[in-house]
């Protein structure tokens, strides 16, 4: 993935305007406005990479990650692209609670977070509450981590550390499967 400079990371959250979050989804980042430009554009990284209408607007995104530097650099690469990121949460709790008030289309889920519970646990009850597909974003990829998820019907998987190109693959790939990814690369 493309790490840009910590002080480029700060000024780009500082940037970012702040809206409380709708329909009782308390604890979880502040949410970015929509932001349509970018992602036709050819970068040192590959071609620029579109955000993916779902239906007649812009695919919304929950980013479910522990480590607050990997998800602001989730966040700004899916932000660049058009993508409108809704939320960014810490913990199971916090992406249950995040999913099911904001309702996104997608979420893309670590699996080691903050807290008792694991990104498998929050996706299952994401997928159960709210039936909302996750693409699992994790450096634990082996054969038992996802036996364990495969009844949360992933819509993908990424492993990290992964190239940006590689994210907006991802999530293209996993909204126009709508979930359910079978074969997880």
């Known amino acids: 993935m493309h790490h840009r ?18 329909d009782g989804a308390a604890d979880c980042a502040p949410l970015p406005a929509l932001l ?9 990284e590959g071609p620029g990479l ?8 812009r695919a919304r995104l929950l ?49 080691r977070l903050v807290g008792p519970r694991d990104g498998i646990e929050a996706a299952w009850e994401i997928r159960q509450r ?3 597909p996750c693409l699992f974003i994790s450096a634990h990829t082996d054969a038992p981590t996802r036996a364990r998820a495969a ?22 790939r996993a909204l126009g499967a709508g979930g359910d990814e079978t074969d997880p690369a």
């Open 5 to 22: 400079p910590i002080p480029e990371m700060l000024a780009h959250a500082a940037r970012r305007p702040v809206r409380a979050p709708e």
């Open 36 to 44: 349509t430009s970018g992602g036709d554009r050819e970068t040192d």
């Open 50 to 57: 579109g955000a993916v209408d779902v239906g007649l607007k």
């Open 63 to 111: 980013v479910v990650e522990d480590d607050w530097f990997v998800g602001m650099d989730i966040e700004a690469a899916l932000l660049d692209s058009g993508y409108d990121v809704v939320g960014l949460a810490r913990s199971a709790d916090e992406a249950v609670r995040a999913a099911t008030g904001l309702r996104p289309d997608l979420v893309l889920m670590d699996i």
């Open 130 to 132: 709210a039936d909302i």
């Open 151 to 172: 009844n949360t019907r992933p819509a993908g998987w990424l492993m990290k550390p992964f190239l940006t190109h590689h994210l907006l693959q991802a999530v293209e």
